[in-house]
């Protein structure tokens, strides 16, 4: 009788919750345990999920834009300097009074011209050309710029883009004026050269392309006398995405 009673209270404390001091008593069973790790797996299958769906989006992607390279075949715009019309072109020595002959020498370029561009797209779909600024140059110093609006070209066709560059009294100093003076004066040829790049976008479906970009770099020849063009030479530099 007495080993009953003393199992039995052996029984009793092992099932006894646990009892903080002051507080009452918490019993932690094994149901606790499991609702914690069924979280921890549910939580790992939704990061599974979500990674299985990210990898199958981006293979998707890849998928589509190579079905649109093998169909489309896309080729690079065809962007050149047509024609360059000279409505005004002077340049001035500076002789101001009072100066010495060991002062720099300076000069003044004063000059409007107008630039026809001829766009051409070679490729089965639309292109879409952002706003580009051609930059005119003498000798690596900027004269002026030409901006060409965004616009729009379809598929198989040629069009052309005029914009003009107005310069007055640009001041040209030191050696550059000096080169400046001589070239127009004694050699009547003053060269100048225009560059830029000009971003384009295909567009198939609704959807666009990445950014291409083509830089173009034109050299001309102006003669101040006839104020007419004499010679062009353009091509395009190089072909980013």
Not at 127 to 138: A, K, L, Q
């Amino acid at each position: 009788m007495t080993s009953r009673t003393t199992q039995a209270n052996g029984d009793h404390h092992r099932r006894r919750p646990y009892a903080p001091p002051g507080g009452r008593a918490q019993y932690l069973g094994p149901s606790s345990y499991s609702s914690s790790s069924s979280s921890a797996a549910s939580l790992k299958g939704c990061c599974c999920c979500l990674f299985l769906l990210l990898t199958f989006l981006a293979l998707l992607a890849i998928a589509v834009i190579l079905v649109i390279v093998l169909v489309v075949k896309p080729k690079k715009p065809q962007f050149d300097l047509q024609q360059v019309a000279v409505q005004y072109f002077l340049v001035a020595p500076s002789v101001a009074a009072g100066t010495t002959a060991s002062a720099p020498p300076a000069a003044y370029l004063s000059l409007n011209i107008s630039l026809l561009f001829t766009a051409e797209n070679p490729n089965k779909v639309g292109i879409r050309y952002g706003e580009t600024n051609f930059v005119v140059m003498y000798r690596g110093v900027p004269l002026g710029v030409a901006t060409v609006p965004a616009f729009e070209q379809p598929a198989h066709s040629t069009r052309l883009v005029q914009t003009w560059v107005s310069v007055s009294r640009f001041n040209v100093l030191q050696a550059d004026a000096v080169d400046l003076v001589r070239d127009a004066a004694v050699d009547d040829r003053v060269e100048l050269h225009v560059t830029g790049d000009v971003g384009a976008k295909i567009r198939v479906l609704g959807f666009t392309s990445p950014r291409v970009q083509v830089s173009v770099q034109c050299a001309m020849v102006i003669s101040p006398r006839k104020q007419s063009l004499t010679d062009k030479q353009c091509g395009v530099d190089g072909l980013n995405v």
